[in-house]
Each structure stands twice: as structure tokens, then as C-alpha cells.
């Protein structure tokens, strides 16, 4: 209960910073008008800074991810034509081949030089999700799984259902029944509805399902050290190269069970049918989810889909249920990072999963259902408190779960725990701050701080003045009057780094579609006009969402469970 009292204050930050926000652009030029200049200067030149510097890790992300689509197609072009040729030619004799082996010690490094790939020893275990979803648009989530070479002998699908969920068993047992020879194993979970403590949405859905999942596949003697654990959407698109390069990133890393493997997410399913200001809104998440992606240390956060070990999640206590854990990917990124001291990295997987956008019948029944979405992503403001009490705050004793394989990395905990850990602490909560808090201030102070200022002090006729000019305390000091010209000059350039990032986004989604996705299909150059919706994309569905979940944070209101609606028609997908 004292810690409770004492780590309170975190919870007033978000809408603090949300309220403030709105207050200020009138406040700031009537009462503290020179105090708000240098405060516009340093926010504005910050954020310049910071988005300039996003440009560049997203060019090294979409650099890294043109990369490995080509290799990977090289590798197949290579392997078929092999193929081919193999078919051509006589398969040598038994005799021949037991020559070539004289040794156990041969045969043991022959197998060694086998390429992982051709013979995966990993059982991926793919969790998805969902609540009312249609029947179709998962069947097909799962066929694209099916289809990878090693699903009849290393994937085991979860399939998370809702038990609030009316007709729920028939939706499960139609699904199971068409996947029943597809994979190593088909496993479906029923999340009750009324668990104690818990709140209702995509955290607590995983939980449950990858604690009864594990448990199950645990007593079919699978060993916990083979298992990667991957959340997905229910509208995940998941290329086989994914699972490729989540094994390969395995293999290489020196601390595999401490790692959580981000890929970036891409919007291509139905991105044509969309408004364009759905488009553009899930263009630019997507970007920042791909910028953040290319961080050296490893200080970044998954999104939406995304894989770790099941030695790290019951070494976590697998993933949180209450109402603090509702943007689930980021939040069980901040729990690893904590509960490991810091030893948790976010390691970049650099194949796109491709989403759908949300989309309804109607214009503006499809604007509003993507609001309701960008609601409930924002409500993972709550990720601010949690990663502010556990940086600075008092503790709250509680148990992680069952570590029933804790003592593998029990020296390396104490070895590596190192004084770093603050300063990554540090940077950790200056990337959930820029996560959240930037998208609740940029919308007001960029489109309206200056305009407002020049209105309110700078009047365009006298019988508007707020203020004499004798006493407007900028013409009265030249100090201040340059600096308020600087403040105007940079606002010219904070839309650039934007523009920068959509340039190299073009590229990338054309190279994407056409080189992975085998899409006929791609933007062209009469997309340049879903540029024009930008101002209503960034309001409607960044600035406005954000501040509503922020003041939200104040009564902290339990939210039913939702999904963004999804129009899926199975014959027309690719």
C-alpha cells in the first residue's frame, strides 16, 4: 500500500503532459510569454533533432530489410535451380555413400555442416489472438503458416479464442478441424472472461493461451529450450523468412534467452481500399515502428507481432493481465528489460509482416473504426507509469511466476548486472516518453503554438489586441524578439524529416510488395496524393486518441474489449 501511495505521482504525468499541453497555447503567450519562447525553442529543436535522426535508422532499417528480401530470393532461386539440376542426374549408390562415411566422427560433422534451415531443430509455437474475428481472415493467417516447409514437424499453432466469445467452439472446431494434418500441433485455448484482476484485451489473452499452450506442449516432452514463442495478430501475414531469420539471429546470439525478436509491420492486405488517411496513418506507424527498430543497444520495442523464448517468458512470469499491460508488445518488452535487470534486448528482425488495414463499409464508418483503433493503441500510455515506477520508484514486492529455468542465466545475471543498467534505464524511459508523449504534444504545440502566439501578441488589427505593444514584453526586448524569429524558422523545417522518411518509404513499399509479397500490385505515383491527408490523419488519429488516453489515465476507466473491424474476402486476398 506505501508503495502503491508513493509511485502515484507517475500516474499524473501522462495527463499532466496532456493537459498542459492544451492549457498552454493560450496561457503560455498571455502569462508567461518569454518562459513559453524558450520552451517552444528547446521543444521544437529537440524534436527537429530527434526526427532527423529517425530519417537515418529508418534508411538503415529499409536498407537492412531490402537486404535480406534479396538474399533470401537469391538463396531460393539457387536452391531450385540445384533442384533442378539433382533431378537430372542419378542419385549415387548406397555403396558409394558408405565409402565417403568411414567414421561416426564424419558422419557427426557432416550433420554439423547441415544449414539449420533444411532441418530446424526450433518448434515455433505461433500464438494468435482473437476476439470476434472473422472466420475467414484467420483461416488464412494460419494457411500462410501452413505453408512454410517446416510446419508438419516444428510449428505448433495457439489458437487464443475468447470464451465471451458467442458461437466461439464452432469457430475453433472448424478451424481446427481444416489445419488438423498442417502442424506439428493445434492447440486452442478459451480465455475466461471473469479472471480476477485482469483486464480484457490482447495481454490477457496471451497469457492465458502461452501458459496452458507451453504447459501442453511441455507434456507432449518438448524441451522448453527448443520453444520460440511468436505473437501474432490474427491478421499477420508471416513469411516463412521470418522464422528463417528469427533462428539464424538465435543461433548467432551469446544471450538467446534473453532476447525478444522485433520484426517491422507493414500495411499491404488492403491498403487500396482504405481511405487514404487510414493509409497514411498505418504508412507512418509503420515507419516509426521500422526507425526505432535500427538501435545499436537494442533499446527498441516490438509491435504487434513478435517472438521470444519460452525460457524468457517463464522467466518473466510470462506476460502481465492487468489494466497497466494493455499495449502488450511494449509492455512485455519493459517486463523483460526489468525483470532481467536489464539484460533483455529488443533484436531487430528485418522481414516485414504484413497487416491489414482496419477497414468497415462506408467512408466514414472506416474513419471512425480506425479512431476507435487508435484509441485503444494509445491506452498504452499506461507503459509511461510502469517504466517511471520501475526506473525510480519503490518496488513492489511480488513474485515473477514459476522460473522453472531461471537457473540457466542465474551467473550471467550476476555478471552482467552491471552499473549500465541505469543509463539504459534512463534511455528506456526517454523512448517510452518519445513514444507517447510526443504524439500528445506535437499535434497541439506544432500546428497551433506559433500561429496562436503571432495572433495573440502579434495582432493583425489593434481592436484585437490582447496586449499594448508597449507592453508586449517581445517588442520590448530584442533578446526575445530573435529568438521568437528562430522559433518561426525552425517550425519551417519540422515537417521535412517527415517528408524525408515517406521518400524512402515509397522505395521501400514498391521493393516489398514486389520482391517478397509477389504483388502485382504496389503504390504508384498517383499515391502522392494521400499526402493531402496528412493533417487530418496526424489530428484525427494521432493528436486527438492521445490526448483521450492520457486524460483517461486520471479515472482509469476499464474499456471493454474491442477489435478494429476488418472487411476480409478470402477469394480476393493474394
Not at 410 to 432: E, G, H, I, Q, R
Not at 434 to 457: K, N, Y
Request: aromatic share 12%.
Amino acid at each position: 500500500m506505501k508503495a502503491a501511495l508513493l509511485n502515484y505521482p507517475f500516474e499524473l504525468v501522462a495527463p499532466m503532459v496532456a493537459i498542459g499541453s492544451v492549457l498552454l497555447l493560450p496561457l503560455g503567450p498571455l502569462l508567461i510569454p518569454r518562459t513559453y519562447i524558450v520552451f517552444l525553442l528547446i521543444y521544437f529543436t529537440v524534436f527537429l533533432y530527434t526526427q532527423v535522426n529517425h530519417v537515418f535508422k529508418f534508411y538503415t532499417t529499409a536498407t537492412k530489410m531490402t537486404k535480406t528480401i534479396r538474399e533470401w530470393n537469391l538463396r531460393s532461386s539457387k536452391s531450385n535451380a540445384e533442384k533442378t539440376d539433382n533431378s537430372t542426374t542419378s542419385p549415387p549408390s548406397p555403396t558409394t555413400t558408405r565409402e565417403r562415411i568411414t567414421s561416426v566422427e564424419e558422419l557427426e560433422e557432416m550433420e554439423t555442416a547441415l544449414n539449420p534451415q533444411d532441418d530446424s531443430h526450433f518448434i515455433h509455437a505461433f500464438i494468435v489472438p482473437n476476439y470476434a474475428e472473422p472466420e475467414a481472415l484467420l483461416r488464412d493467417t494460419i494457411k500462410r503458416l501452413a505453408n512454410h516447409k517446416n510446419a508438419q514437424t516444428n510449428y505448433v499453432i495457439i489458437l487464443a479464442m475468447e470464451a465471451s466469445e458467442v458461437n466461439y467452439e464452432q469457430k475453433s472446431n472448424s478451424l481446427a478441424d481444416y489445419f488438423k494434418d498442417s502442424f506439428l500441433q493445434f492447440i486452442v485455448t478459451a480465455h475466461p472472461a471473469d479472471i480476477p484482476g485482469e483486464t480484457r484485451g490482447k495481454g490477457s489473452n496471451v497469457a492465458y493461451a502461452a501458459r496452458h499452450g507451453c504447459a501442453q506442449m511441455l507434456q507432449r516432452g518438448i524441451d522448453r529450450r527448443r520453444v520460440i514463442l511468436t505473437v501474432s495478430d490474427s491478421d499477420s501475414s508471416i513469411p516463412e523468412l521470418y522464422t528463417n531469420e528469427v533462428e539464424k539471429a538465435f543461433n548467432r546470439a551469446e544471450d538467446p534467452y534473453f532476447l525478444l525478436f522485433a520484426p517491422p509491420i507493414f500495411f499491404s492486405r488492403n491498403c487500396y481500399e482504405v481511405p487514404a488517411a487510414v493509409r497514411m496513418t498505418d504508412i507512418t506507424w509503420s515507419a516509426m515502428v521500422m526507425s526505432s527498430l535500427s538501435n545499436s543497444a537494442g533499446l527498441s520495442f516490438p509491435c504487434s507481432t513478435y517472438s521470444l523464448s519460452m525460457v524468457l517468458a517463464e522467466r518473466v512470469g510470462y506476460w502481465d493481465t492487468d489494466a497497466d499491460s494493455v499495449g502488450e508488445d511494449m509492455h512485455m518488452m519493459l517486463k523483460c528489460f526489468f525483470k532481467t535487470d536489464g539484460l533483455a534486448r529488443c533484436c531487430p528482425i528485418f522481414v516485414p509482416i504484413n497487416l491489414t488495414n482496419v477497414q468497415t463499409p462506408g467512408y466514414l464508418a472506416n474513419m471512425h473504426a480506425r479512431f476507435v483503433q487508435a484509441k485503444r493503441h494509445y491506452n498504452g500510455i499506461a507503459d509511461l507509469a510502469y517504466t517511471l515506477r520501475n526506473s525510480f520508484g519503490v518496488k513492489d514486492t511480488m513474485l515473477d511466476g514459476n522460473h522453472v529455468f531461471a537457473s540457466l542465466t542465474a551467473n550471467k545475471t550476476s555478471m552482467y548486472a552491471a552499473p549500465s543498467f541505469w543509463l539504459d534505464k534512463l534511455v528506456m524511459c526517454t523512448k517510452v516518453m518519445e513514444a507517447h508523449l510526443i504524439p500528445v504534444t506535437s499535434g497541439w504545440l506544432m500546428f497551433a503554438a506559433v500561429p496562436l502566439m503571432q495572433f495573440i501578441l502579434f495582432p493583425p488589427h489593434s481592436m484585437v489586441a490582447f496586449v499594448e505593444p508597449s507592453e508586449n514584453p517581445i517588442l520590448t526586448s530584442e533578446f526575445y524578439s530573435n529568438l521568437w524569429n528562430i522559433v518561426k524558422i525552425i517550425t519551417v523545417f519540422l515537417p521535412l524529416p517527415l517528408f524525408g522518411t515517406l521518400a524512402i518509404y515509397e522505395h521501400l513499399h514498391r521493393v516489398v510488395d514486389r520482391e517478397l509479397y509477389r504483388k502485382s500490385e504496389s503504390r504508384t505515383w498517383r499515391n502522392i496524393f494521400d499526402y493531402i491527408s496528412l493533417p487530418v490523419a496526424a489530428w484525427a488519429f494521432m493528436t486527438l486518441p492521445a490526448t483521450i488516453a492520457c486524460i483517461k489515465r486520471l479515472y482509469k476507466t476499464n474499456d471493454k474489449y474491442i477489435v478494429a473491424e476488418k472487411f476480409f474476402d478470402e477469394d480476393n486476398e493474394d
